[in-house]
């Protein structure tokens, strides 16, 4: 009989369960499969001869080649925080190296937000839906989610408590995944009082950012907390950046921004946690930074606008009745509700084996897995031509 590895797990492994997208990405690997599942980038957007040259060149001098292979500081390498630095500075977030951290993917800044700060029972207040990868970066540190209350429609009695205490409120609030909308001025606000008022931090993820279409882009949280406090180090908004959906998510380059003295916490996380991010890659990035960023924000965006709106046109030609759909001014998602008695897992079901094309269920980005009537699209990785077939394809796969 084989080890039963349950009996030696912690209680927090309870929390841990499988995400329905990486067991999906399992059918994905079928041919002829046309999928609007996974979140992730068009590869032939990426900047490859400028990651050539970088790399290159890290590895071109003894001295060089020397830093880039060898152990070096946890907080990050001082000209990609130095870049970073600036580039928050030009963003209306003025802050110094002393207020980054380079980390692993945002998603590794996630995971050592939710083990520095929450206890097993404390409260975190999420979006209703949120990030599912939030969601699993916070379970194991066993908190109770209550809803943010900003954007996401919650009906009276779960609207929030006057006097609630809450550790952090976590918001996307740039083309949200998965709902793809983005938070009004007023919303923003609201997010920070609502922190303030249940004495907590903001934890604000940028990961889509950089990904606008259209209209002009909006203050960040940091920024107009920032307004009010003086500077980042007064601030109580950890911004969570990343070089993920515009340079290459394989790299595992992104960074915590926040006030000096939750920086130098985090960094003893980092520490513990992996040392530090491989020194090559973010030598890399702050060389492709330095000399492509503007131009490869420019081709993403002129790429992705482009599915986009082929994605939306598609919805409103072949989407039957009683369904209806966010329109996302950036990002990679639309976000899909159906009418009542609508299950968007069956459907999946239904739309893999008949139709061949995928989607993910709503109710994964529920931290209470309501949401049975909703599906998260993504078009970043369809060309127009398969977005129009696979939209065709998923409203066939819709019962009458
Ligand atoms: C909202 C959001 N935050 C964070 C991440 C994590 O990205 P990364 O760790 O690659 O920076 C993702 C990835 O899909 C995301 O959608």
Partial sequence: MSFNWSSVFAGRAARMGASEIRELLKVLEEPDVISFAGGIPDPDLFPIEAFKTAYNEALSTKDSAAR???????????????????YMGSRAMPCGPENILITCGSQQGLEFLGRIMLSPGDRALVAWPTYLGALQAFNAYEPEYARLGVRDNAPANERPVEGEKAKFAYIVPDFDNP????????????????????????????????????????????????????SINQ???????????????????????ASASLIDKL?????????????????????????????????????????????????????????????PEGG?????????GMNGRALLQRAVKREKVAFVPGQAFFADGSGQECMRLSFSLANPDEIEEGVLRLARAIPE
């Fill in 235 to 257: 601030s109580r908004v950890i911004y969570c950046g990343t070089f993920s959906k515009t340079l290459s998510p394989g790299l595992r380059v992104g960074w915590i921004a």
């Fill in 332 to 340: 990679m998602f639309v976000w899909v509700e159906g009418p009542r």
């Fill in 267 to 327: 960094v003893l996380v980092k520490q513990a946690s992996d040392l530090h991010s491989p020194t090559l890659n973010q030598m890399a990035v702050a060389a492709v930074a330095e000399t492509n960023f503007t131009a490869q924000l420019d081709k993403i965006r002129n790429a992705y606008r482009i599915r986009r709106d082929a994605m939306l046109s598609a919805l409103s030609r072949h989407m039957p009745k009683g369904f209806s759909w966010s329109r």
């Fill in 68 to 86: 880039a292979l060898q152990y070096s500081v946890s907080e990050g390498t001082p000209e990609l925080k130095r870049w970073i630095a600036h």
């Fill in 179 to 230: 709902t793809g909308r983005t938070l009004s001025i007023d919303e923003r606000h609201s997010v920070l009082e609502r922190a303030k008022a249940s004495g907590g931090a903001v934890i604000e993820d940028a990961a889509y950012t950089e990904l606008r279409y259209e209209g002009e882009a909006m203050p960040s949280l940091l920024a107009l907390d920032i307004q009010t406090q003086g």
